[in-house]
């Protein structure tokens, strides 16, 4: 118990810090960094609560892609983050008196923490009778079938909206039409010309 | 029936009033003067029928109007006897004057409006009379002075003409203040204001008392009182009556129907109607013949002076009025019905028979500038001789009977207040036959005033404005004997029934018709006939005199000249302080404070306000956002206080 | 192995059709090309005429489905048909319009499909979780839908702008959720409903989830002071999408809002009452005196759907079954009065260009009498006037407040629509009175005077049956209230 202990407090920790690095470093591309580590602390902190399934998709998912992509982004955009950072010292008296406010309340909240009844919406199953991927997958298809759905559909409207938004049929850009390339027939490609010997063309 | 006689003139009203442009004026005339004819035909057929027959109609509930809580109100038309004569009163002289105003308003621009507004009145006057509670009335009696207010008006361009109908408008206001206060005492002593009810009540709410200002009242008295004040100011009694002279600005056929015949006269109706009250309220009753008798006298002393020919008949009005009332103060209501009727008729005659005499003249009222027009209009003169012979009392004629008989019971009341009532009435009758033939002899005799160009166009009227004035004529010679039998005379326990209630020991009536002393009903006849003879004196025999007497009573004769001076009294104490506050008020109150703070304050508030919102609105997203987090903070803060405390 | 029998889908029903038939639509317009926009717009105009049939035909009884998930109850069917009527209107009168902004793509009517789907997810939400993915698939394509017009800064930055503030809000939704989920052990609200009941008030921990979930959902009714978006985002965005946010959106938030707080939270009207009051007073407030400075016509809408959503909470507040039906009739009465005004503001053209200050509006009634009309019939029912549609939903929400005994907020209320009258009635000064300005351009469209003529004859002629609203509205609120 005192090595899954010790590990919880060590993923945690290490999972907070980076993520205060992560909105506190100058460097962009470092702040990717630190948000690559924290989902590996996050990823650790469900391999102790017996979610293997969730540890592994979260490290393919978000560090695999997610964390990938932005990174691509942040080195493409050659935002100048610093400028963006001007007016954060104005703000930050008043700002960081309303979080400090509202910091101390849901402390003071869950100080107050009782788990309602008892009661479990979906006790997590007992590893040892069934895996872990199966287990997600009963309910998921199942109690959740209706939310798993609706999620596929957040997803494909996520999918128009970026071709929607972004996608242009710029005038001027030569494309290679394959369809055309394959369909061409001889005659259009290529003309034979006899040319009288002496003439020229 | 009832129904046709009441609501014909508001139709045709309506119509003429809403489409006149459409149908022309010859058709506004047509549909105005049509419906009051037929309103005057059923008016008498239904008086006929309820008061000569007997035949008891119930009163008509139309429909209810007001329904909150204990206060029930109907529109109800209430058909006893009261109300028909009332009814046929109004309606047959408001017929005659709606064909007269054919003719005398052949010239205006805007006939329509005028026929409109003369309907329109009649409608109210009729829903005043036929009333059958408090409420119904007090619609009637604000409406009438609606009209009178708007036909006073009429020439609306004359500034002189706005004075008086404001003036009328506000003074009126003065008298219907204390006819509201009046009718919530009602509500507050009987809980009821229907008629039958309050009725029914009152003989057991005789000896309740009110707390006013630390002293016990007789609440009935100050009821009375406070009824009676709205009745002065609409019948133009001491001292609310300086509206009804300035009054005659409006157009002559207005005189006539408004401050001769009708309006004027709802007061009276009024103390009737309302007699099953009066009689149990007997201080009250004196008030009122004190009123009414004071009033007699002065407007006579006023009218002998007045030079304007309407203003004459309107102080005659005003002084006649006077008889009324102290006839009813001393529960010859009866007496007042019967003068009110006749006088109705020989005072409209009055009053278009001067309106004749104005439009010969081509509008001239001045009679100092009138005289020798016998032999132009001879019709016109034939007709008011008729009529001062009516207001004079002499025998045959209608007054004599009505007049006599108001005389009769103010003697036979037997009462302090019945005796003062009885001598100013002899003195004013004597004054009243003066100023008739005064007026009669500057107007008609002598050697013409006028300039050469007027007396050249003088001309008699045409038809359609004699026909009114011979109907009027015949009710002004045969009203009076027509009617002594059943209005006062021994027919007329069966004639009133329920409709008046006289206490048998206040039956004034009664006692005059035995045992008076021979020269009561004698005196009147002689003071008239007196009055005719100075009035030939001063004017007809030796021309001179007037001016002498009044060179010598200078005085006097400024005193009465300008009307005991009660206008300037008025405006000193009233219309000038009224005005300097509300100057402060304007200036002060209004302009700074309310609409400081009010209207201008708040919209000027407003647009602030709106510039600092749309201030907020900077574009900037870390604003919104911090906008939203600083409400979460606001919203969770606060159930944590609540929580904790 | 245990074996899971197929739920039950017939509840569903008319979403699984919008949702099939927006994918359908999806390929049908992958295929024809960019020509296809029309057609496109008109088959999913077809496609919410017929998931309104479903909706009215899968009426009946309270129905829970997919896992307790998902319920359609009369709540429902009413607030669903408001939904598709807003899409509908806004997919016709975007047609021609798209096609003068040449952003006539097929993906618009899609993503009004998908969103109306979302919608309709909300509306029928039993769940915390249906709850918060239906509000983000909606949420999702009205970000999208906002920044169509990509090629203007404006309307990109609107779509920003709403995507930014919408994740925030979305943020402090999910994480009520979890408060709420965390102290009560459940999702569900059947269940939230049974494990919360019982004590005088709510325990802080609870209450505290609800205000986050409060603050969300405020945000998408855009309550102040959650409301900074509205205009920018209505400005910005292309003006049918404005029209769509205008109604759709804000009504499936306020049926979101409805269940939310009275099913789950019922019990404890009188601890959640506070925000409800708070915000709804704010709103009514700002939406008033904010909309007097402004003279862009579609922020002026903007800051008046602040009030309208303002008036709509006075109801919630009252939490009494007549409250929610008086929100229920303000809703409806406002879909029509709003969509008749964009109508009008979608005709605001001239020499090709848009424009949409109101001093454009200067003498439009000597110029299109009809146009001038109708938009003074709206701007009348807006104000409240007696006898148009408006003053009646005005009546019901402030009759209810009277009788929770809310004296305060209806005081306000009246107050401020007063003052909100300040603004829509000198729009009609300005058609009536001003002296006129060149006319719009013309034709204006067979659709667009057919949707003019359908929401003016409505909001005009409301008061001969208001009836049909009233008992359907009666009917649905009763459906919250069990027993």
């Known amino acids: 118990m005192i090595v899954q202990a010790l590990a919880f407090y060590a993923f945690s920790a290490v999972a907070i810090a980076s993520a205060v690095m992560v909105i506190s470093s100058r460097n962009p591309v470092h702040s990717v960094f630190y948000l690559i580590l924290a989902f590996f602390n996050a990823a650790g902190l469900f391999v102790l609560l017996g979610a293997e399934f969730l540890a592994m998709i979260l490290v393919v998912v978000y560090v695999g892609a997610v964390a990938v992509l932005f990174l691509f982004v942040v080195m493409m955009l050659d935002v100048n983050f610093v400028e963006l950072r001007q007016g954060f010292l104005q703000y930050l008296p008043i700002g960081a008196t309303v979080g400090a406010i509202l910091l101390v309340e849901l402390v003071f909240i869950f100080s107050a923490w009782a788990f309602g009844g008892g009661t479990l919406a979906a006790p997590a199953p007992d590893p040892t009778e069934i895996a872990n991927t199966h287990a997600l997958g009963n309910l998921l298809y199942t109690r959740y079938v209706f939310a798993f759905q609706a999620a596929g559909l957040v997803l494909l409207v996520a999918m128009i909206g970026a071709i929607v938004l972004t996608l242009r049929q710029r005038v001027g850009v030569r494309r290679q039409k394959i369809a055309r390339q394959v369909s061409r027939a001889r005659a259009e490609a290529v003309e034979v010309v006899k040319v009288p010997t002496g003439q020229g063309v | ?645 | 192995m245990p074996s899971f029998p197929l739920p039950p889908l017939s509840p569903a029903l008319p979403e699984i059709f919008l949702a099939a038939a927006s994918m359908a639509l999806l390929l049908f317009g992958v295929f024809r090309g960019e020509r296809a926009a029309r057609e496109a717009s008109w088959l999913a105009a077809l496609a919410l005429v017929v998931a309104v049939v479903l909706v009215l035909g899968g009426g009946g009884p309270r129905q829970l489905a997919l896992y307790g998930m998902f319920v359609t109850d009369a709540f429902a069917v009413f607030m669903k048909v408001l939904v598709l009527l807003g899409g509908i209107f806004a997919i016709v009168m975007s047609i021609r319009w798209n096609e003068q902004a040449r952003i006539a793509r097929f993906e618009f009517p899609v993503l009004v499909l998908l969103a109306t789907t979302g919608m309709m997810m909300m509306v029928s939400a039993a769940d915390l979780i249906s709850l918060y993915i239906g509000l983000e698939l909606q949420s999702l394509s009205l970000y999208v839908l906002a920044g169509f017009k990509r090629d203007t800064v404006r309307s990109a930055e609107a779509g920003l702008k709403y995507f930014v503030l919408g994740a925030l809000a979305s943020g402090m939704m999910l994480y009520g959720c979890s408060m709420v989920y965390g102290f009560a052990g459940a999702t569900d609200f059947a269940t939230l409903a049974a494990t919360l009941s019982g004590g005088e008030t709510l325990a802080i921990g609870p209450l505290v989830g609800i205000v986050f979930v409060v603050v969300g959902l405020a945000f998408k009714v855009s309550a102040v002071p959650f409301h900074m978006w509205t205009p920018d985002v209505y400005e910005g965005a292309p003006t049918p999408v404005t029209a769509f946010f205008s109604v759709a959106p804000k009504v499936a938030a306020i049926a979101l809002f409805l269940r939310v707080m009275i099913e789950p939270f019922g019990g404890y009207v009188a601890d959640w009452r506070q925000v409800i009051w708070l915000i709804s007073v704010a709103s009514m407030v700002l939406g008033s005196v904010a909309a007097i400075n402004q003279s862009n016509f579609k922020r002026l809408m903007a800051y008046s759907s602040i009030g309208h959503i303002g008036y709509a909470l006075i109801g919630l507040a009252a939490g009494s079954k007549e409250g929610v039906e008086s929100v229920l009739i303000y809703m409806a009465i406002y879909v029509f009065m709003n969509v008749g005004t964009f109508a009008v503001i979608l005709l605001m053209r001239r020499n090709g260009e848009d424009v949409e200050a109101i001093d454009d509006l200067q003498g439009l009634a000597q110029t299109h009498p009809a146009l001038a009309l109708s938009l003074a019939i709206f701007m009348f029912a807006m104000a409240g006037i007696p006898p148009l549609s408006g003053f009646f939903g005005k009546l019901y929400v402030f009759m209810a407040a009277i009788n929770a005994e809310l004296y305060v907020l209806a005081v306000i209320g009246v107050v401020t629509s007063v003052v909100g009258a300040y603004y829509y009635i000198r729009i009609v000064k300005l058609m009536y009175f001003d002296a006129p300005k060149p006319a719009f351009d013309r034709p204006f469209g067979a659709e667009m005077s057919a949707v003019l003529a359908v929401t003016a004859v409505v909001t005009l002629f409301f008061f001969i049956a208001p009836s049909v609203v009233v008992d359907s509205a009666a009917a649905a609120a009763a459906s919250l209230f069990p027993g």
């Open chain 2, 1 to 645: 029936m009832a129904v046709i006689v009441v609501f014909a003139p508001l139709i045709a009203a309506a119509i003429a009033g809403f489409f006149g442009r459409l149908i022309g004026d010859r058709g506004a005339q047509l549909v105005t003067c049509g419906a009051m004819i037929l309103s005057a035909v059923l008016a008498v057929i239904l008086f006929v029928d309820v008061a000569i027959l007997g035949n008891d109609r119930p009163t008509l509930s139309l429909f209810t109007w007001i329904d909150a809580g204990d206060l029930v109100v109907d529109w109800a038309l209430r058909l006893d006897t009261l109300s028909v004569v009332m009814m046929a009163t109004v309606s047959v002289c408001s017929a005659a004057i709606h064909v007269y105003s054919v003719g005398y308003m052949s010239h205006d621009p805007s006939i329509p409006r005028f026929q409109s507004y003369l309907s329109f009145f009649t409608f109210f006057m009729l829903m005043l009379v036929t009333s059958d509670n408090f409420v119904q009335l007090f619609f009637g009696w604000e409406g009438v002075g609606l009209c009178s207010y708007l036909l006073i008006g009429f020439w609306y361009d004359r500034p002189s003409a706005n004075a008086a109908s404001i003036k009328a408008f506000i003074v009126n206001r003065v008298g219907d203040f204390g006819f509201a206060l009046g009718i919530f005492a009602v509500y507050m002593m009987f809980g009821s204001l229907q008629f039958d009810a309050v009725f029914n009540e009152a003989p057991n709410a005789a000896k309740e008392t009110l707390e006013f200002l630390g002293i016990e009242w007789d609440a009935l008295t100050i009821a009375c009182i406070l009824l009676f004040i709205g009745a002065m100011g609409k019948s133009a009694q001491l001292p609310l009556h300086t509206w009804l002279p300035d009054a005659m600005e409006g157009p002559t056929p207005v005189s006539a129907l408004i401050h001769a015949a009708t309006m004027v006269t709802a007061g009276v109706f009024m103390v009737c109607r309302l007699s099953p009250i009066f009689e149990y309220a007997p201080d009250a009753l004196a008030v009122v013949v004190l009123v009414g008798a004071t009033t007699a006298l002065f407007a006579a002393t006023v009218g002998v002076t007045q030079t304007d020919i309407k203003r004459v008949i309107a102080y005659s009005t005003c002084s006649q009025l006077g008889y009324m009332f102290f006839a009813a103060g001393v529960s010859a209501y009866g007496a007042a019905m019967f003068h009110l009727m006749t006088h109705a008729f020989f005072k409209a005659l009055l009053f278009l028979g001067s309106g004749s005499v104005i439009h010969a003249m081509s509008g001239e009222q001045d009679m100092r500038k009138m005289g020798g027009l016998w032999r132009l209009i001879p019709i016109t003169y034939g007709l008011m001789w008729i009529g001062s012979l009516a207001l004079a009392g002499i025998p045959i004629f209608a007054g004599y009977y009505s007049k006599d008989m108001i005389l009769e019971s103010a003697w036979a009341a037997h009462s302090g207040v019945g005796q003062y009532a009885f001598w100013l009435g002899i003195f004013a009758a004597f004054l009243t036959a003066f100023y008739s033939w005064r007026l009669l002899f500057l107007t008609f005799h002598g050697e013409p005033r006028a300039d050469h160009e007027t007396m050249h166009h003088v001309h008699e009227s045409p038809k359609v404005m004699l026909i009114p004035l011979y109907v009027l004529a015949f009710g002004a010679v045969f009203a009076g004997m027509a009617g002594y039998h059943y209005f006062v005379g021994e027919g007329r326990a069966e004639f009133w029934r329920q409709s008046l209630l006289v206490l048998p020991e206040n039956d004034a009536i009664e006692h005059a018709h035995h045992g008076l002393p021979f020269f009561v009903p004698l005196l009147p006849f002689v003071v008239a006939i007196a009055g005719i003879a100075v009035a030939y004196l001063c004017y007809m025999a030796r021309p001179g005199l007037p001016a002498e007497i009044a060179g010598r009573f200078r005085g006097l004769y400024q005193f009465l000249l300008n009307k005991w001076y009660f206008d300037e009294l008025y405006d000193r104490i009233f219309v000038r302080s009224a005005f300097r506050l509300g100057y402060g008020f304007w200036k002060g109150g209004d302009g700074a404070i309310i609409d400081g703070l009010g209207p201008d304050g708040l919209a000027a508030a407003t647009v602030g306000a709106a510039r600092r919102a749309s201030r907020l609105q900077t574009g900037y997203i870390y604003h919104y956002a911090f906008a939203i987090v600083v409400g979460v903070v606001v919203f969770v803060t606060w159930y944590l206080l609540r929580s904790a405390g």
